[in-house]
């Protein structure tokens, strides 16, 4: 007979546990909450709030609501996102994950202090590196669900590329994500068969 199990690390992240009770919390007070996005990249927990009464928008429709309240889900929004809020007296809920928000923070704080003419580029792997002027100081900063193993990767050709010193990379990674990898080397040991199952949308899916 075939032996099914359950990996115990699977399952949300605490940022998004934390934004679904927010979520939850509100809708049993009032029956009615509008999300910027999906709160999760789970159709059937998507959909079992909107049973709720979760009504989920984009950046568009935000900017048409008035005098209601709107979820922030913990993967963080824009400074842009709360001016809209405040213009249009829409309470916001904020369930940004505080993972996130560090980054956020000190990614702001480190462009915020750069020289004239500095700028933010966005790199997803190695097909990126030749977006980045390589004549200038580098700071990097690491997704906070990027794995490990590939951001160290990205460094260390950086690095090369690079070898006059002005670089510094910072590890903000959630290590809670992070760990998901060897955590699922050893339960895939342990088994003749995984079946990983996540949503389309989902950046940890994908990795």
Known sequence: MARIEIDEH????????????KAEEELDRTGRL???????????????????GLITIDHEQLKQLH?????????????????????????IIDATC?????LQRKIKT???SNP??????????????????????????SQTTKSVEGFRHIVN???????????????????QVANRIPNIRE???RHDLILFVCGKKSSNGRV
């Open 67 to 91: 005098d209601v309240k709107v979820l922030l889900r913990a993967h963080g929004e824009p400074p842009e996102t709360y001016r809209i809020a405040a213009e249009n007296n829409i309470e």
């Open 10 to 21: 699977s399952g949300f992240c605490f940022g998004v546990v934390t934004a679904i009770r």
């Open 116 to 141: 004239p003419g500095g700028k933010a580029v966005v790199i997803e792997g190695d097909k990126d590196l030749d977006k980045i002027d390589l004549r200038k100081k580098l700071l990097l900063y």
């Open 157 to 175: 050709e950086i690095k090369q590329l690079k070898p006059d010193g002005q670089f510094e990379s910072f590890d903000t990674i959630c290590r």
């Open 110 to 112: 480190a462009y915020d």
């Open 187 to 189: 339960f895939a040991r």
């Open 98 to 102: 505080p993972v996130v928000l560090q």
């Open 34 to 52: 509008y999300c910027l996005g999906d709160i999760v990249h789970n159709s059937n927990e998507v959909e079992r709030l909107k049973a709720k």
